[in-house]
């Protein structure tokens, strides 16, 4: 969404639902992928995004969609821990690459999984969403503070208080890894 204050106004209403549609489209694969990445397999990240793009959808006409990708995604972030605020989930996917080579490695690499998926689990949600797009979007600061409507110092303080948190809950697993992304790249 451009920073400036103007609305964007489509020439006539079907420009507006072409132009969705066409985001919509665009962006799905990615926008299911946050989803589930937030809520776990305990709810349907269909559903989360059905329902933030039905939001959206009913509102089309006040957005610019010719570059809609972090609204899509606040969008499915917002629907997402409105979801969770009940009962807490997982946040890791569930889609993990098999990259073990015998059955015990697979064995130990499914518990490990496990392990890291109910700790990440505890984590509150504005943590655990912070943390599932850094390190499995790979989103910049600037793009999560938008997603999550907060400031970049407030995101950064939830990303290292939640990696605290993880490594308390798995000291077994601390330090053990390379260091995390954000660890090795300057984020802007």
């Not at 400036?4 to 489209?25: G, H, M």
């Not at 499914?110 to 109910?118: F, I, P």
């Not at 605290?164 to 790249?185: F, H, I, K, N, W």
Request: with cysteine.
């Amino acid at each position: 969404m451009p920073t400036d204050e103007r609305k964007f106004e489509p020439s006539s209403p079907q420009d507006a639902a072409e132009l969705f549609e066409k985001a919509v489209r665009l962006h799905s694969r990615r926008l299911l992928a946050i989803a589930r990445a937030i809520v776990g397999n305990r709810a349907s990240p269909e559903d989360v995004v059905q329902q933030a793009v039905l939001n959206l959808y009913q509102h089309r006409h006040r957005y610019d969609w010719r570059e809609p990708g972090g609204l899509l995604k606040r969008a499915v972030v917002n629907e997402a821990l409105r979801l969770l605020r009940p009962p807490k989930m997982a946040a890791v996917p569930d889609e993990q690459p098999d990259r073990s080579s015998t059955p015990v490695e697979g064995m130990i690499e499914s518990e490990t999984v496990r392990q890291v998926r109910q700790a990440i689990a505890k984590l509150p949600d504005h943590f655990r969403a912070a943390l599932v797009l850094c390190e499995y979007e790979n989103l910049s600061y600037v793009e999560i503070a938008e997603a999550l409507g907060a400031s970049v110092p407030q995101v950064k303080t939830w990303l290292h208080r939640a990696r605290r948190q993880l490594a308390r809950m798995l000291p077994q697993y601390a330090g053990r890894e390379e260091p995390s992304r954000a660890d090795t790249v300057e984020r802007d």
